[in-house]
């Protein structure tokens, strides 16, 4: 079995060549740019990981696996758009360097591609293969729908938060799971599996990341430390406190979240500070622990071996002790 | 074989079932829109016929058809963003109905949803239909960012309109031919026959819609005659005007382009004047005869039943002989 960092390094190369990028050149330069910014490449690494547990021909996944990578990055260029964010991973966003129709057009474009790669298997995997990623970015387009739909609410509950975070993330992570095993010839409960480990193991990544926003450190995490607050996101910490504080903590909360255009540095520091009163910050830790059991368990049962359950669990590591 | 208006009515009744929108219903609501204010139905019209010409079972094709219809409305969606555009068929558009936000997530919701729609075909023809719409979907992107290029140059040529239109306008078309014959079981050499029919047939769909921009009757048009001169939209006409006019012509020409805040009746009445000089409206019938003639010479000698070929004529004059 290879290791994590072979995987890394051979998507990676694969990344580099840019044969993704057809013509007209500036249609793909976008894509070119979202991609060469390094990230995590979680996503193609679990779908590399998944079909390495059954076959050791990984070379063969790759196309798939930076097809995923696409596709979510289609998926970031589009939300850049929608969210009008500014940054990503410290640099600006494709349509502040360029404008928001190069944004749309060439995510349309990569959304394309993505598709192109995904298909790169044996034909009889090939109808559940589109199948599957049909149901996943619908589900991600879902998972965003509600998102924006909950900007305009205070009322949203942990299970609608929780839902949507699953639609809006968790779903690919799980996804990619799922894929690499399928067109590695995997059993249909084994792949079926790992669909549901990846979707736990998405839930505690996005929560890390909620959790990170807050308590993160600002040299480590990359952005700025506060940034849900400060524009009042519907993170599972917002989602929590909202629900928990009562009385004058419920009074000074939604003061903050009504304050028109506050000091950032003190509505962090406040916001942090009823979190804290609250305890969200060891809710957020316990809720992601749940997740990462939850998915330990589903290892556990998983008849693979044992190596790979090890390198697996290094992954979940990595994504749940990370800094940034 | 079915007449034309049974086919219609076939895809009117599907696209009414409302199958294609899920849950939550606001994602779908903008698709819904585009989709139940008519338009020609053109694409899904020619898959069916495409189908019908080797097989009865027309039924079966349905889905795929509505795909296509659906992919179609996608690309509209997302290009009225891009272009701004306050109208659509006499209606407001999506982004300007909602907002900009819902027109790009619930357009790219809408484009899964077609490549759901149309894998539905036999497992044998599932790879060469998913390729062959990647290709055309991939086109359409292509022929948008030569479209939105070309609004800021002078000197596009006559070659270069030709080929941004086909990319835009008439793969969709060709393509609509060929998904329907392939997944009816043609053979290869009939289904790219087809294609390249539909291709010729798009041109001219394209040259008629700038024809009639200038020279349709409003009142029949339904949309504002001259929009394009208005907007200084890079069409055939404006095209062949930038590369004939001399002189005087081409001094009066450029400065209606460069007018800031130009009265709209004068410039549609100028700019349709100097069209008229140099003939472009004449240039412009013979181009899409042209065009007609090809599709017709491959028409005859496609090997096919005569009945099929008499209905495929009647589309032709239908789109040709439209004044709206």
């Known amino acids: 079995m290879y290791a994590i960092d072979e995987l890394r390094e051979m998507i990676r190369e694969e990344l580099e060549r840019k044969e993704y990028a057809g013509e007209?050149?500036?249609?793909?330069?976008?894509v070119i740019y979202m991609l060469e910014d390094g990230g995590k490449r979680l996503r193609p690494l679990l779908a590399l990981l998944a079909y390495n547990l059954y076959r050791d021909d990984v070379e063969k996944a790759l196309k798939p696996a930076i097809g995923i990578e696409i596709f979510h990055n289609y998926t970031l260029l589009h939300d850049d758009v929608m969210d009008n964010a500014p940054l990503r991973r410290g640099r600006p966003t494709v349509?502040?360097?360029?404008?928001?129709?190069?944004?749309?057009?060439?995510?349309?474009?990569?959304?394309?591609?993505?598709?192109?790669?995904?298909?790169?298997?044996?034909?009889?995997?090939?109808?559940?293969?589109?199948?599957?990623?049909?149901?996943?970015?619908?589900?991600?387009?879902?998972?965003q729908?509600?998102?924006?739909?909950?900007?305009?609410?205070?009322?949203v509950s942990e299970e609608e938060y929780l839902t949507m975070i699953y639609l809006k993330t968790s779903v690919l992570i799980a996804g990619s799971l799922r894929h690499g095993a399928l067109i590695a010839g995997a059993?249909?409960?084994?792949?079926?599996?790992?669909?549901?480990?990846?979707?736990?193991?998405?839930?505690?990544?996005?929560?890390?990341?909620?959790?990170?926003d807050a308590y993160g450190n600002?040299?480590?995490?990359?952005?700025?430390?506060?940034?849900?607050?400060?524009?009042?996101?519907?993170?599972?910490?917002?989602?929590?406190a909202l629900e928990l504080a009562r009385d004058e903590t419920?009074?000074?909360?939604?003061?903050?979240?009504?304050?028109?255009?506050?000091?950032?540095?003190?509505?962090?520091?406040?916001?942090?500070?009823?979190?804290?009163?609250?305890?969200?910050?060891?809710?957020?830790?316990?809720?992601?622990?749940?997740?990462?059991?939850?998915s330990n368990e589903i290892l556990a049962r998983l008849p693979v071996k044992e190596e790979f359950k090890?390198?697996?669990?290094?992954?979940?590591?990595?994504?749940?002790e990370r800094k940034k």
């Not at 044996?122 to 970015?137: P, T, W």
């Not at 952005?223 to 519907?234: L, R």
């Open 24 to 30: 007209p050149r500036s249609l793909y330069e976008p």
């Open 95 to 143: 349509h502040e360097k360029w404008n928001s129709n190069v944004a749309i057009l060439s995510g349309d474009a990569a959304a394309v591609t993505a598709y192109k790669y995904i298909e790169y298997c044996d034909d009889k995997y090939l109808r559940r293969g589109i199948d599957g990623f049909n149901q996943v970015a619908l589900d991600v387009c879902r998972g």
């Open 145 to 155: 729908q509600y998102d924006m739909e909950f900007e305009t609410r205070d009322d």
């Open 187 to 212: 059993p249909e409960d084994e792949y079926t599996a790992l669909y549901e480990l990846g979707g736990y193991l998405g839930q505690a990544f996005q929560l890390q990341d909620d959790y990170l």
């Open 218 to 240: 600002v040299n480590e995490f990359g952005k700025n430390i506060g940034g849900d607050i400060v524009t009042n996101k519907k993170s599972y910490l917002l989602v929590k």
């Open 250 to 294: 419920r009074e000074e909360l939604l003061a903050w979240l009504a304050a028109t255009r506050p000091d950032p540095v003190e509505k962090i520091k406040a916001v942090t500070g009823i979190y804290n009163r609250l305890r969200v910050d060891e809710l957020t830790r316990r809720k992601i622990n749940e997740y990462i059991e939850k």
């Open 310 to 320: 090890e390198t697996f669990r290094e992954v979940v590591r990595e994504l749940v």
